[in-house]
């Protein structure tokens, strides 16, 4: 039996979005069960009350992972066509995993997910027009975002295994 204990920040702000952290040391988890339960736990937080995956910064041009900024798609996309981008994303990518190193097919499905990233705006130039540099892939801490960085780690919640795992 596997027990976790989660303890989580919620706050709401002005506009009535949640914010919230995911800040979790993995190395914790004596067994890879107990790492994918707690990933899957995190998985319903988020499908059953809209709570973000990753934080996102206040400008909403990047969200983090383990500290490093990683740019969001463009906004002024219309639904349908981020859902089409989104759709041929995954379908490039299931393609470079189908496709044996190497290969023609290899090389073509990279080229897919690069276009689909290009698309998203994921990659290339930077979606926004204020003139503000890119920081995508940049460690938090390094970046303007620094403070903020510091602060949501501090208000992070705080996850962690309390019971007993049987093997």
Not at 37 to 65: I, Q, W
Request: aromatic letters at 10%; charged letters at 30%.
């Amino acid at each position: 039996m596997l027990r976790l204990q989660a303890i989580i920040d919620v706050e709401v702000d002005s506009e009535g979005a949640f914010r919230f952290s995911t800040k979790f040391d993995y190395r914790r988890f004596h067994t890879q069960e107990a790492a994918v339960k707690h990933t899957c736990l995190m998985s319903a937080l988020n499908r059953n009350y809209g709570l973000p995956e990753y934080p996102t910064t206040p400008d909403r041009r990047y969200f983090v992972v383990r500290g490093r900024l990683w740019r969001q798609c463009n906004p002024a996309l219309d639904q349908e066509t981020h859902d089409r981008l989104v759709a041929e994303l995954m379908a490039a990518r299931r393609a470079v995993r189908d496709a044996q190193a190497g290969s023609c097919e290899m090389a073509e499905a990279r080229t897919r997910v690069n276009d689909a990233k290009l698309a998203l705006g994921e990659r290339g130039p930077a979606w926004w027009d204020d003139g503000a540099p890119d920081y995508n892939r940049y460690l938090a801490r390094n970046t303007p975002y620094a403070d903020w960085y510091a602060d949501l780690q501090d208000r992070s919640f705080t996850a962690k295994q309390s019971g007993d795992v049987k093997r």
